[in-house]
Structures are given as structure tokens and as C-alpha cells.
């Protein structure tokens, strides 16, 4: 359903699911990706979320890549987001478009994604 919200925004969009680590950090290495999303919709361990968004950075074509995360795991708790090493969080699909373009746009200019 989110990739229909970027679809319509007018993002190419990649969908990987259940798409494993490998296969994760496989497709941002492979291809230049401005941003990343991950849906968490129950119980998961921040640690192994943590390690996933580092292993894609690290494997990321694009070393600025903006990596968001949500679902019901998250609701709208930007400080979990944060926790866990994303970028940004979203309630719903309209507002991940927002937050998409708002960290994409920051980082072709140079700044902190981070401290908004």
C-alpha cells in the first residue's frame, strides 16, 4: 500500500517482501536508492533493526541514502525512529512522502538529516 502512495508521488519504488537483510543490502548496493523504508507492523527487536539499517548504509550505493521506518510498531514515535539509526518516521502514506522528500531534499543540500 505505501509503494502506491510513492507511486502516485511520482517515486520510482522497489518493493522487496518479505525481502530478507541480504536480499536488502543486495538492491541498495546494486542500484542508486535516494531513500529506503522499512514497515514494521508488530514486536521486532530494535537491535536487529538497528543492524539492518546500519548493514544498509554501510552497503548503500549512496552514502547519504534517508532510510524511514513505520508501521504500527512505530505509530509516530520519532525517538524509536531515531533509536533505531533511521531517518524519520511517518504515521500514514501522505506524511511518509512528506518526510521522504523533506530528508532527500536536505541531503542534496548538505545538511544534518538528523537534527530535525
Not at 511520482?10 to 522499512?38: K, N, Y
Not at 509516530?76 to 539509526?85: F, I, R, T
Not at 533511521?86 to 538528523?114: K, N, P, W
Request: net charge negative; charged share 25%.
Amino acid at each position: 500500500m505505501l509503494e502506491e502512495f510513492y507511486r502516485r508521488g511520482g517515486w520510482d519504488t522497489v518493493l522487496l517482501m518479505p525481502g530478507g537483510e541480504r536480499e536488502i543490502c543486495d538492491a541498495v548496493s546494486q542500484d542508486w536508492f535516494s531513500a529506503a523504508g522499512i514497515s514494521v507492523s508488530c514486536s521486532f527487536s530494535q537491535d536487529a533493526l538497528r543492524a539492518l539499517i546500519s548493514d544498509m548504509r554501510r552497503s548503500s550505493r549512496n552514502a547519504d541514502i534517508a532510510i524511514l521506518v513505520g508501521g504500527r510498531a512505530f505509530g509516530a514515535d520519532q525517538e524509536l525512529a531515531l533509536a533505531v539509526g533511521a531517518d524519520a518516521t511517518a504515521v500514514d502514506g501522505r506524511e511518509a512522502i512528506v518526510q521522504t522528500h523533506r530528508l532527500v531534499g536536505e541531503m542534496r543540500h548538505g545538511s544534518d538529516r538528523r537534527s530535525g
